[in-house]
C-alpha cells in the first residue's frame, strides 16, 4: 500500500530531525537495558568471563557467557524493554540504537537453521505471547555495506524463524560510514548517515510499526495509522 510507504518514509525523517536536537547527555544508558535476570542470579556478560581469565578473546567470552545463562533459563528473560528507535550510549561512549530488523537481513555467521532444545524453548515462549528478548549486532560498513552482522542472538533469530516471525529487534552499535573501524561516539552528521544506511541498506525499521485501522487518519490516508513511539 503506498501510504505505508509515504507513512515510514515521513517517521524515518521525523527521527533523523529529532537526532540531529539531541543531547547527547541525555541518552539513556545501553546497559540498562541489556542487564537481565536469569533464574534470580545477576546475568553474566562478556566482561565477567573475561575477568575469570583475561586471556579470553571477547569472542569467545561471549559465547560462553550466553552458554551458561541460556542453561539457567526456565522462564522468558526479564529486561528492561524499550520502544524501536531508541538511541542509547554505553559505558565506552559508543552510539547504539534498537531497530528491528528483517529475520534475513541479518548476518548469522552461527547459521540460520538451528533446531535444538534452546531454540525450540524460545520459539515456545514467542508463540506464547512472550515479548522478544532484542539480539545484539553490529553494523558492518565495510564488509557488509551498512548491514548488521549479529554478535549475540543467533537462537533467538532461529527461534523467531520457528515461531513465524519475519523480523526481530536488534541492538545496534553504530559505525562511522567514512571511517568504518571507528564506532559513533556523538551526534551529527555520521550518526544521521549511518541511521539512513541501516535503514536503506540493512532493512532496518527505526520506528513502530503502521498498523491498520477503519477510516482516513490525520494524513488523510484510509486504513492506516502510525505508531512511532521514538526514544531519544
Not at 10 to 30: G, H, Q, W
Not at 161 to 173: I, K, L, Y
Not at 174 to 186: H, Q, R
Request: overall charge negative; charged content about 20%.
Amino acid at each position: 500500500m503506498p501510504g505505508l510507504l509515504f507513512l515510514e518514509m515521513e517517521a524515518n525523517e521525523s527521527l533523523y530531525a529529532r537526532i540531529a536536537n539531541v543531547n547527547i547527555a541525555e541518552l539513556p544508558a545501553f546497559e540498562t537495558f541489556v542487564q537481565k535476570a536469569v533464574a534470580g542470579e545477576t546475568w553474566i556478560s562478556p566482561e565477567d568471563i573475561i575477568k575469570e581469565d583475561g586471556t579470553i578473546p571477547y569472542e569467545l567470552a561471549l559465547q560462553i557467557a550466553s552458554d551458561r545463562n541460556r542453561q539457567a533459563e526456565v522462564k522468558p528473560r526479564e529486561f528492561t524493554a524499550a520502544p524501536i528507535g531508541t538511541l542509547a550510549m554505553d559505558r565506552y561512549g559508543e552510539l547504539w540504537v534498537l531497530a528491528s530488523l528483517p529475520l534475513d537481513a541479518v548476518v548469522q555467521t552461527e547459521g540460520t537453521d538451528q533446531t535444538n532444545a534452546t531454540v525450540e524453548k524460545y520459539a515456545g515462549w514467542l508463540k506464547d505471547g512472550s515479548r522478544p528478548l532484542p539480539a545484539w549486532g553490529v553494523q558492518n560498513i565495510a564488509v557488509y555495506a551498512g548491514g548488521v552482522r549479529l554478535n549475540d542472538g543467533h537462537h533467538r533469530f532461529s527461534a523467531a524463524r520457528m515461531a513465524g516471525m519475519d523480523e526481530h529487534p536488534v541492538w545496534v552499535s553504530l559505525t562511522d560510514p567514512k571511517n568504518p573501524t571507528c564506532p559513533i561516539k556523538e551526534t551529527g552528521p555520521a550518526l544521521l548517515d549511518a541511521l539512513r544506511m541501516l535503514v536503506e541498506n540493512g532493512g532496518a525499521r527505526l520506528t513502530e510499526k503502521v498498523v491498520s485501522m477503519p477510516g482516513p487518519n490525520e494524513h488523510g490516508l484510509d486504513g492506516v495509522e502510525t505508531q512511532n513511539h521514538l526514544s531519544l
